[in-house]
């Protein structure tokens, strides 16, 4: 394998981690404990004498719950979408520890480590062994470490962090510090005593001093890893999975740990790798340019969860656009970093990565005036908050929407949140359901959030189909409720759970108490069809990219209702 051969695959890797930046985070989905007893829950009817509220009545376990087949169907969606979702974080870390490969901090340690195993052992099975060894304990030690973000935040922590402001910012800051020490501002260290008494017990020989070789590698390469082992962290956190942060920092040290053992096998393969230079600072500073990108979602999340309306779709787009054409120009040699090394010339896999980056930086700018951009439309802010949108008016086939056609007048909320699509949406279950009652058709329910990338993804790349459009716009009456909304209700709306136990004061303690306690579920997006008197029409579901299951999902709703 010839130098340009070997730096044309790392550099595709680069790419790599770029193209599948979008699809792996966006596996992300906030799950739920799902571990509820069977519970079956009444209803207050207007036609009792008293407010229909959607505050549940508890009943032990009832002979034959109507909310069970909910809570069955429910568990099943859950468990497949845990699945997935620890597969993206694995990918997403198995991924990172290969982008880690290629950090000053651990490419040049490759060949001296290797070396040691080789030099220091009798015969080539136990060097195998030796460096199998090594592996092995890198593994164990990234795997307790993500244990340990586990058991000191909790299951049910992991589960909120997502939908946190406070915690949302605290990502935003910790990425950008990350980013900027990928970009060469400074290095995140850890404390030299560490790292020293770490090297005096790798001197001990045997079994242990492998092991204790293994966190001596962790430690001193922490400046390079620390921003990505972070940013994985937060991600596996923020997803809602229990092992989450385990499963990822598995995938890391995975990747990490198969080099060291695959050279011990083979030494003759370290004479293929490319000697230490600039372009490993390089493969460093385009992952500071994600690493700041990724940062701009967390910022995102906050605005929205608080309505600052600062972050707007537009604001988004532009830095994006202004983080990847940098990203470009880099790649191109014209802009250069303090430990950057001069760029004589540009090679041939450089420059197609460069065009690509440059490229997806033009897909972009159409989104100012409101393309819908679906290959990213999971991370961007909702289609709604764009000031200057001309897709959507092509696609209702006029400026105002059609919900000034069913109905007079603001709905409840109307001024904090906003339609997809300009479609008729309210915001408020008891105002929608009496909506449905009064124009005699059936209800979907969108229990959606600010912080939920699928719920955008299907907003834009699901319901704009014609034909699933069409549905939702008349056929159906939408209610959204967002369950992670952070705006105080009236202090006559606030009360305690009989669910929960739990003091409700927001929109989003409403509408997360209510999705839990009625349908026995906490993720989103979930999709409820009910008939206007509140009675299920099928089976809800989640997230479903193919247009025509869920133009399927509502149609079978609908025949339930007529019948």
């Known amino acids: 394998m010839t130098l340009n051969n070997y730096q044309t695959s790392i550099k595709m890797l680069v790419l790599g981690l770029l193209m599948l930046f979008g699809s792996v985070t966006t596996g992300y989905s906030r799950q739920a404990d799902t571990s509820l007893a069977d519970i ?284 990847f054409g940098l990203m470009g120009i880099y790649l191109l040699g014209k802009l250069k970093f303090s430990h950057d090394s001069p760029v004589n010339f540009i090679s041939v896999p450089r420059l197609l990565i460069a065009i690509i980056v440059l490229s997806f930086t033009v897909y972009m700018i159409p989104g100012l005036w409101g393309a819908p951009l679906r290959s990213v439309s999971a991370f961007l802010p909702p289609q709604a908050t764009q000031d200057f949108d001309l897709y959507t008016a092509t696609l209702t086939g006029n400026s105002s929407g059609p919900a000034e056609k069913h109905k007079e007048g603001p709905h409840k909320y109307a001024d904090i949140f906003h339609a997809p699509l300009n479609l008729n949406v309210f915001f408020d279950y008891e105002e929608g359901m009496a909506y449905a009652k009064e124009v005699n058709k059936p209800v979907m329910i969108d229990f959606t959030g600010h912080a939920c990338v699928n719920c955008r993804k299907m907003e834009a790349n699901v319901w704009p189909d014609k034909s699933v459009f069409s549905k939702l716009n008349n056929d159906y009456v939408i209610i959204q409720l967002y369950v992670d909304d952070k705006t105080e209700l009236a202090e006559k709306e606030k009360f305690k759970s009989k669910f929960s136990g739990k003091a409700i004061n927001t929109i989003g303690n409403k509408w997360s108490d209510f999705q839990a306690a009625r349908f026995n579920s906490n993720s989103q997006p979930f999709y409820v069809l009910l008939g206007h008197d509140g009675q299920l029409l099928s089976p809800p579901t989640g997230a479903n990219y193919n247009a025509e299951e869920y133009l399927e999902f509502l149609n079978n709703g609908l025949k339930t209702f007529h019948k």
Not at 103 to 131: N, Y
Not at 239 to 268: K, Q, R, T, V
């Open 40 to 323: 079956e829950f009444t209803e207050i009817k207007p036609d009792s004498g008293t407010k229909d509220s959607v505050t549940a009545t508890v009943v032990t376990k009832a002979k034959d719950s109507a909310a069970a087949p909910v809570a069955d169907a429910d568990k099943a969606l859950l468990k497949k979408e845990e699945k997935q979702s620890l597969t993206g974080i694995f990918i997403a870390g198995f991924i990172g520890g290969l982008a880690a490969l290629l950090m000053p901090c651990i490419f040049p340690m490759l060949p001296l480590t290797v070396s040691f195993f080789t030099k220091g052992s009798q015969t080539k099975g136990k060097a195998v062994s030796r460096a199998m060894f090594y592996g092995f304990s890198i593994i164990v030690i990234y795997v307790v470490l993500g244990l340990l973000v586990t058991v000191l935040f909790g299951a049910d922590a992991l589960n909120s962090l997502s939908t946190n402001g406070i915690f949302n910012f605290l990502f935003f800051i910790l990425l950008l510090i990350f980013a900027i020490s990928f970009l060469g501002a400074f290095e995140i260290t850890l404390p030299s005593s560490w790292v020293n008494k770490m090297d005096a017990n790798s001197d001990k020989g045997g079994l242990a001093g492998l092991f204790f070789m293994a966190g001596t590698l962790a430690l001193v390469s922490f400046s390079c890893t620390g921003p990505i082992i972070g940013t994985l962290l937060v991600q596996a956190a923020t997803s809602g999975a229990l092992l989450g942060p385990a499963i990822g920092m598995f995938g890391f040290s995975f990747a990490l740990a198969i080099p060291f053992a695959l050279f011990a096998m083979f030494p003759s393969w370290l004479s293929a790798l490319p000697k230490s230079g600039g372009w490993l600072n390089s493969v460093k500073v385009v992952l500071g340019f994600l690493e700041l990108a990724l940062a701009m979602k967390f910022l995102s999340n906050v605005d929205l969860a608080y309505h600052w309306n600062w972050f707007d779709r537009e604001v988004f787009l532009v830095l994006w656009i202004v983080i």
